[in-house]
């Protein structure tokens, strides 16, 4: 499971910061908004949810000790190393400390569906802090109806499919608090595509204003932002076809991929991801699987946007159709072999990852030695070790990091 994922659902970030005045009348509020709320969805919120404000520093405090609840170190050691093999963070990168130090960054409230209680960080402007709070509220609704923790334990089966129940919980407190601010003026997300789409730009702006954010890999920032932006637009179109049976369906009937978040026709249509098959591995002593998972469509938009362009992720990854990878480790010779495979949907848009994957690989290793090389086959050594990598039909696979040759 992604620790951004763990950590971050049921947050709210991006809120303006400036010197709040800590209006306690805010939380007086909370009847009046609560049942404007269900007014948009058809939920009903139960019991009225706990709420108060809290520092910075509570929230730093928070986050590392959720931190220890929902990850081991080796299953943060094993989520670092993987997007380290892909050349997604630098080799240096501390996965846990720079993904709490992001999220206190950002924070502007968040809900904690263990204690049913929702939070505002006192550094959210007083300008914000009603928007905030509408947004923690779509959540404790939520959770009152659908159990925000179930839902995201029943998602961890897939790294991809928990990155879409998160964009579900997001994308849908957004559209909510996007809505209820867009009724105060007479106005309608269903009735305003523009009004739609500047709304749910939103968490995009404040550049310069973030430096921990600024400076993070693009990786981060994308899968940070996805689940607000992405999960909102998705949460829209669905509520365009269900209406307000749509708060419910996206919790009943959740989707499976990120490429149903970002492809509402394929979650109508109940596209599901394909599983490839991984390469075979050269049979070698002492190597343990040490964890496997997916990639999505959101994992490799942020692959080829990162060694080749925006544009090229923007044509290339809708394409993508299913994919699979495993790290195998051998701990005495310090060695961690990833096996990779991905299916796209037709063979033109395999030839064309499989040049791109080639491009990436030298773009995440300082050296990058090829032995022999033909339009569907690469093979060589990089900075970890050798590899091979592999189209046929459809599929494209590679093996990275044995130390004896691959055949």
């Known amino acids: ?23 306690r009348q805010l939380f007086q509020r909370i009847d009046a908004i609560a049942a404007e709320l269900e007014k948009i969805s058809g939920l009903r919120l139960k019991h009225r949810v706990p709420s108060d ?24 050691r094993a989520e670092e190393l993987t997007l380290k093999k892909f050349g997604l963070v630098p080799p240096d990168f ?7 130090d992001l999220l206190t960054e950002q924070a502007a409230a968040f809900y904690d569906y263990n204690e049913k209680k929702l939070f505002i960080t006192e550094s959210t402007s ?45 994308g849908q407190a ?58 909102m637009l998705f949460q829209h179109a669905v509520f365009l076809r269900d209406g307000q049976e749509a708060f419910a369906q996206v919790f009943r009937h959740p989707p499976v991929s990120t490429q149903q978040i970002l492809h509402a026709d394929k979650y109508f249509s109940g596209l599901a991801p394909t599983q490839p098959e ?37 044509e290339l990854a809708p394409h993508w159709r299913g994919s699979q990878f495993e790290l195998r480790e051998n701990r005495k010779q310090k060695r961690v072999v990833l096996l990779y495979a991905v299916e ?7 030839e064309r990852y499989f040049r791109f994957y080639r491009q990436a690989m030298a773009g995440k290793w300082k050296k990058m030695e090829i032995e022999s090389s033909s339009p569907d086959s690469l093979t060589g050594s990089g900075d970890d070790g050798r590899f091979i990598l592999r189209r046929a039909g459809t599929v494209v ?6 130390a004896p040759a691959v055949n």
């Open 126 to 170: 007083t300008d914000s802090q009603e928007p905030v709070l509408v947004h923690e509220l779509a959540h404790a609704l939520a959770d009152q109806n659908f159990n925000l923790a179930k839902f995201i334990r029943q998602g961890r089966k897939s790294d991809d499919g928990a990155t879409a129940r998160l964009a579900v919980m997001e």
């Open 174 to 231: 957004s559209w909510l608090m996007a809505e209820f601010l867009a009724r105060r003026t007479g106005q309608s997300l269903k009735d305003s595509p523009a009004l739609l789409s500047m709304m749910s730009k939103m968490t995009e702006g404040g550049a310069g204003q973030y430096p921990v954010f600024d400076q993070a890999p693009l990786y981060l920032r994308e899968t940070l932002v996805f689940p607000y932006t992405s999960g």
């Open 53 to 76: 404000y809290i520092t910075k520093a509570k929230v730093n405090e928070f986050l590392k000790k959720r931190v220890k609840e929902v990850a081991s170190p080796e299953d943060i």
């Open 278 to 314: 991984l390469p075979e591995a050269p049979r070698e002593r002492g190597y343990k699987a040490l964890v496997g998972g997916t990639l999505g469509e959101l994992d490799h938009a942020v692959l080829l946007e990162q060694f080749g362009s925006k544009a090229l992720a923007e």
């Open 344 to 350: 796209w949907d037709d063979a033109a848009s395999a």
């Open 1 to 23: 499971m992604r620790l951004l994922s763990a950590l971050l659902a049921a947050w709210l970030v991006w809120a303006p910061a400036a010197s709040a005045q800590d209006s």
């Open 94 to 100: 501390d996965l846990a400390k720079n993904t709490v």
């Open 397 to 402: 696979s590679s093996i990275e990091g044995f």
